[in-house]
């Protein structure tokens, strides 16, 4: 795949609006504990020519561990909250308009996240090429071992499945 912008946000909304991606994401995100926006990036990554050192990648998921507990796993929560039905909510205009605020400022906060893990590897010369499965696997394989998370063959079938979609592109 060609890269069409340069942006990890531009890409990764691209990619989860594809065909089953949202629900495999979600999926690693509920059963594993992945974060997605780190799953999403090493997708990403593997258009880079020069990958991420390894201090470049330690800075990385130490900065989205700490974002997602104390920033976007907050406000999920919250959100969730706001999304059952539950007979002491409201069911008003205030409380609706309360609900999409709330997954907006989600969303802010995980394009923040994109955007300041992004900035860990760009520099002046950095450059750009065709989409590498084996770069991606790489990424994955680098994430994966720093959350001692076992690489099963179905969760290499999914993260298999993504790679397919990244193709696409």
Not at 131 to 160: C, G, P, Q, W
Request: charged share 30%; with cysteine.
């Amino acid at each position: 795949m060609a890269l069409h912008s340069t942006k990890f946000w531009d890409f990764s909304t691209r990619l989860y609006e594809m065909n089953g991606v949202a629900e495999i994401c979600l999926e690693l995100q509920d059963q594993l504990n992945l974060d997605v926006n780190i799953i999403l990036f090493c997708f990403w990554g593997a258009h880079i020519e020069n990958t991420p050192t390894e201090l470049q990648w330690e800075e990385i998921i130490e900065f989205s561990r700490d974002w997602k507990k104390t920033i976007v796993q907050p406000l999920r929560r919250v959100r969730n909250s706001l999304k059952r039905e539950i007979i002491n909510y409201p069911s008003t205009q205030d409380f609706e308009t309360l609900r999409k605020q709330v997954k907006n400022d989600e969303l802010a906060a995980e394009k923040i996240q994109q955007e300041t893990m992004q900035s860990k590897i760009e520099k002046p010369d950095l450059k750009f090429q065709l989409f590498s499965r084996s770069n991606a696997m790489k990424h994955l394989a680098y994430y994966l071992a720093a959350e001692e998370i076992v690489l099963t063959d179905e969760l290499k079938n999914k993260l298999d499945q993504l790679a397919n979609n990244v193709s696409l592109m």
